[in-house]
């Protein structure tokens, strides 16, 4: 048998494909016709069985897998969340007047609750700065520490019973007269302040002259913005001394009411003597360290 080019193959096969099926012999020509500078042996009157004995080399099948797409796995419900842990209790405190429990130790945090005057509250023993911590249903909560006391107030004594309730009987005047001389210390006070509120402020420092800051006008919505109120910064016993000087001589100076220790006392309402304020968070704010002077 002698070698042949493909193009020699083709012409020498065709003749025996009649009896070959077209498919098999198109893909026996195409490999013949592909494989360039091949040289293909085949004989001279080849048989149509000898064709059909040529098979085509299949590729080889590989299976390849198919991905298939996981939904992810939700962990949360297996996650254990956190809560934060309770504070301790480590003792308990009486609240010395109506005050308010604040979330955070400042006087602007939301408040979540209040205290009655001579209420037992748990505390942790945690401070910060001016506030107390509290254990208030089982979470933290604040308390401004001034209002807080280890022993409970004594009990207020109960108005005796009677027909006619008895007028409360009025102070007397912790100094007799009232000076209208300036003031020798704090007279820039009386710039920007109405006329009886400056007769307050000299007939204060008179009989107190202990006092040496007084706060009158100032930008604001009210009586100071006006100039109708005066701040007599001063606290404790003599704070209280001052507060019922003013009260007593309230229609000589024409005040209006006056604020000390979170309690108030007006004109409008002087049969019923000091009221309590409600608790507005701070010293200054709960008149603690001055003694508050309103006038018309």
Known sequence: MAPV?????????????????????????????????????????????????????????????????????????????????PPEVTGHLFSTTVV????????????????????????????????????????????????????????????????????????????????????????DVESGIVPNAVAVHRAVCAAFPQVTSYGGWREDSGEHGTGQALDIMISGDTGWEIAEFVRANAGDLGVSEVLYSQKIWTVERGSEGWRWMEDRGSTTANHYDHVHVTVY
């Not at 193959?9 to 012999?25: E, T």
């Not at 107030?153 to 209208?180: D, I, N, Q």
Request: proline share 12%; aromatic share 4%; charged share 25%.
């Open 5 to 85: 080019r493909h193009k020699d193959a083709l012409r020498a096969v065709l003749p025996h494909l009649r009896s070959v099926r077209r498919i098999g012999v198109a893909a026996v020509v195409t490999s013949a016709a592909v494989a360039g500078g091949v040289f293909v042996s085949l004989p001279e009157e080849a048989p149509a069985q000898s064709v059909s004995a040529i098979s085509m080399a299949r590729p080889e099948v590989r299976s390849v897998p198919v991905p298939v797409r996981v939904a992810p796995i939700s962990r949360s419900e297996d996650r254990v969340r956190l809560e934060p842990k």
């Open 100 to 187: 308010n429990i604040r979330a955070l130790p400042s006087e602007d945090a939301r408040r979540v609750g209040s205290l009655e005057w001579a209420e037992k509250i748990p505390v942790s023993g945690v401070t910060r700065g001016e506030w107390t911590e509290v254990v208030l249903d089982g979470q933290s909560a604040w308390v401004f520490t001034a209002y807080l006391d280890e022993k409970k107030p004594r009990p207020e004594p109960e108005p005796k019973e009677t027909a006619e309730p008895e007028p409360e009987p009025e102070p007397e005047p912790v100094a007799t007269g009232l000076s209208m001389a300036p003031c020798a210390t704090g007279s």
